[in-house]
């Protein structure tokens, strides 16, 4: 028995801002966007307590509850957003094949990938517990460095995330520790030079985090010194981990185009892959920035390009 393949004009893969924006945008223009989420409906915002620096909400807002806000919003207009994962696509086929959880297969003429990346954590007991506890564990020093406002906090890796990030904390704490692996930093000449000579950054070079202490929330880090063995306890409220990120797609891999590191390249100044009808959009394409207001805007521009793209082709 032959099995009807579901078609689909618009495929928008994973719920972040930017795969949300995209649906907004897509089925505001009729392309009738299917959404599927991926294992984390929301993506990475759901992940964090309150978001302040999203524009339009002067009294902040959850993380969680932006999510519901822009999906709800991504349906209103008639985005049909399933849950399920993307887990093999073949983007060279006309059309696009994918299938859903390795097994329903489906065709688009365009598909917008929005699939996020991941921050990598270092793994320990406690900072899992109070990182999913909100309790003052974070991989984003722009989106939850406000809420250490004149105290203590660390910082973990030595690229140049952790090095932006050290600055930035280093404008709003009192006191930011660095916490070094190696005895050599791996961020650009201009970004250690920048650290090394903000007064309230003290660098621990041949350091590794040994535990996070604290019940409810962030009392200390305890760190390990490579060399000597030794233990030391520092008084922060706050524990950065910028260790890097993983792009959210091996599945592309040997089709779209992609840096050593995974991200996706796209054209300059859109969003378009190496493949055409093929987009990306949000953290998977974006190493520089990664804020939800700018994963939302390429969102809105991965759906104009879409658009864009099948009237050019003559299917929309
Ligand atoms: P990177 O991979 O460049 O750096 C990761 C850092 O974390 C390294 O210092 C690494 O140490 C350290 N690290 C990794 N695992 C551990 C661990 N388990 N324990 C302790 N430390 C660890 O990631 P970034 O996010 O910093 O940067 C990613 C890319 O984005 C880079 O190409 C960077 O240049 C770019 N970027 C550019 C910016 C800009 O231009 N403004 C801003 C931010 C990023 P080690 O060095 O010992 O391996």
Redesign the pocket.
């Known amino acids: 028995m032959s099995q009807t393949i579901e078609h689909i004009t618009c495929l928008i893969i994973g719920s972040g801002p930017a795969g949300y924006t995209a649906a907004i945008y897509a089925a505001r223009a009729d392309l009738k966007p299917v959404l599927y989420t991926g294992l984390t409906p929301g993506g990475q915002l759901t992940e964090t307590t309150e978001v302040d620096n999203f524009p339009g909400y002067p009294k902040g807002i959850t993380g969680p509850i932006l999510m519901e806000d822009l999906k709800a919003q991504a349906e209103r207009f008639g985005t049909q957003v399933r849950f399920g994962m993307i887990t093999k696509a073949d983007l060279k086929a006309t059309p696009k094949r994918l299938w859903v959880d390795e097994t329903i297969e489906i065709t688009a003429d365009t598909v917008i990938i929005s699939t996020g990346a991941s921050a990598?954590w270092?793994?320990l007991e406690n900072e899992n517990r109070l990182r999913l506890n909100a309790g003052g564990v974070s991989a984003c020093a722009v989106c939850d460095g406000f809420f250490f406002k004149g105290q203590d906090v660390a910082i973990?890796?030595?690229?140049?995330?952790?090095?932006?990030e050290a600055t930035y904390l280093s404008k709003l704490c009192k006191k930011v520790y660095m916490?070094?692996?190696?005895n050599?930093?791996?961020?650009?000449k201009a970004?250690q030079h920048r650290v090394k000579n903000t007064a309230n950054i003290e660098i621990l070079w041949n350091s590794?985090?040994h535990d996070v202490l604290g019940k409810e929330a962030v009392e200390g880090v305890v760190v390990k010194n490579s060399g000597s063995g030794e233990l030391r306890t520092l008084n922060v409220t706050g524990f950065f981990v910028?260790?890097?990120?993983k792009p959210n797609t091996d599945i592309f891999k040997d089709q779209l185009d992609m840096d050593e590191?995974g991200y996706l390249q796209i054209q300059p100044g859109s969003t378009r892959t190496n493949i055409a009808g093929v987009f990306a959009v949000g953290d998977c394409s974006d190493?520089?920035y990664r804020q939800a207001v700018t994963a939302a805007g390429t969102g809105c521009m991965g759906a104009l390009d879409a658009e864009r793209y099948l009237a050019s082709a003559g299917v929309h």
């Open positions: 990598k270092l793994g973990v890796g030595a690229g140049d995330t952790a090095a932006e916490i070094v692996r190696r050599e930093m791996r961020a650009s970004m590794e985090t910028a260790i890097g990120h590191l190493k520089t």
